[in-house]
């Protein structure tokens, strides 16, 4: 079931069943205040193996808990989580096999290689606000991968989030690595995007409305440093870029979704002041002196969904799929691509499915078509074991191939989240 599916069935129900918890747990509580004490020189009797008792505890936890994207703020004056903030780790390793020497480079080579480990803290500030951190450590070195504040409501119904994130561009984007469906982000991604996909720092507005009982629609308004690299100016920016993001999110009865999506991205790429004294674009001062290059990011996804309630112990399948094209003032900016993919949840331990990419060329780039068939196995919720394989077909060369055993594993309450 999608997380706003799961959120209003669980405000529904919340202030009902928690009542009704309570009051059924008073006279369990009161029958075990009756029980005899132990005597000076005994031990301490062991806990009673109740399944009724454990059943209720266990719903009376889950429907205190939270009910949306983020959890229920504290009271005000604070609490236990603020000075004690939650923490996770997630490893995220792989075993690459790549069969032909013109794939073998000093960044594509096979090998054993720990691709990140990240570590997640997560707390509420105080009853206005919570922050989240992203540190991730790889043979690079460390990087901030995410490192927000966020206030629901702080603007009536406007959501405001300031700091480093990932910007909302199709669901792909604002996952972690070690949260993706496949191995890696799609090609598209990596092409206009950068290896590691949109992430810049600026300021986020959100809001979610209805406008029919099962048709909710997400705004989203970002501006943010023109400092993506693959796609802006990178560390050069002087300038902010701005994002507008709709989605809309038809519930299909309790089992299924339909979410469909689009947006804009615009800022300038341009390495003004850039030190560089052989460019012959070069100042006297020995700086690039380069005009601003507007360029545009325009978008459409689409996610179709079979999940039933039950978790994964379920079947349930997804449909996903996005279409990117990047506009500029010059016609080598322009470029088209998109993916699309299904992904099957078979039961709790396996899940499989395959991924398709297609880029145009330019950059220096062929155009690409590449396919990508996945097996993953669930040890359990906190450790996967994924192999996938990987055909590019790049225009006018030779086919490539590459065979990807991935291993993550996470602990902390936050080891597999997706936002």
């Known amino acids: ?67 949306g994207p983020e959890a229920a703020p504290p009271p005000a004056g604070g609490g236990l989580n603020i000075s004690n903030p939650e923490i996770s780790a997630v490893i995220d390793a792989a075993a690459v096999f790549l069969p032909k020497a013109p794939y073998v480079t000093s960044d594509q080579r096979s090998g ?71 191995a890696d982000l799609p090609l598209v991604h990596q092409r206009l995007l950068g290896d590691e996909g949109l992430a810049q720092t600026g300021l986020r507005f959100d809001t979610v409305f209805g406008t029919a009982p099962s048709l909710t629609h997400l705004v989203q308004v970002e501006i943010t440093n023109s400092e993506n690299e693959a796609l802006f100016a990178g560390e050069m920016f002087s300038a902010p870029s701005f994002l507008g993001h709709l989605s809309n999110h038809l519930a299909l009865g309790d089992s299924g979704y339909l979410e469909l999506g689009g947006g804009a991205l615009v800022g300038w790429k341009n390495r003004t002041g850039e030190a560089n004294d052989l460019d012959p674009d070069s100042t006297a001062s020995g700086v690039v002196a380069e005009p601003s290059a507007m360029r545009a990011l325009y978008w459409g996804d689409f996610t179709a969904a079979y999940d039933p309630p ?19 003032d010059s016609a080598e900016d322009k470029r088209m691509g998109g993916y699309a993919y299904v992904h099957a949840q078979l039961d709790r331990a396996w899940n499989v499915g395959v991924r398709g990419d297609w880029v145009e060329g330019g950059d220096g780039e062929p155009e690409t078509f590449a396919i990508a068939p996945v097996l993953t196995f669930w040890q359990s919720e906190y450790l996967y074991m994924r192999l996938q394989y990987q055909l590019g077909l790049p225009e006018g060369e030779e086919a490539t191939h590459a065979l990807i055993l991935q291993i993550d594993a996470g602990i902390g309450p936050h080891y597999h989240d997706r936002y």
């Open 1 to 67: 079931m999608h997380p706003i599916s799961r959120s209003r069935a669980a405000m529904r129900g919340a202030s009902r069943c928690v009542v009704s918890l309570s009051l059924a747990l008073v006279p369990l509580a009161a029958h075990a205040s009756d029980s005899p004490p132990p005597l000076p020189d005994s031990p301490a009797p062991s806990p009673v193996d109740d399944p009724d008792l454990d059943a209720l505890r266990k719903a009376a936890g889950d429907e205190a808990g939270p009910v």
């Open 112 to 182: 054993f290689f720990i691709r990140e480990l990240e570590l997640s803290f997560v707390s509420w500030i105080d009853h206005l606000a919570r922050f989240k951190g992203f540190v991730s450590f790889n043979a690079e070195g460390a990087e901030i991968e995410e490192l927000t504040v966020f206030w629901p409501g702080l603007l009536g119904p406007i959501n405001v989030t300031a700091g480093r994130f990932r910007q909302s561009l199709d669901p792909v984007n604002r996952w972690h690595a070690h949260a993706l469906d496949q």
């Open 310 to 328: 039950g978790g994964r112990d379920r079947f349930a399948i997804f449909l996903r799929g996005a279409l990117f094209y990047r506009d500029g």
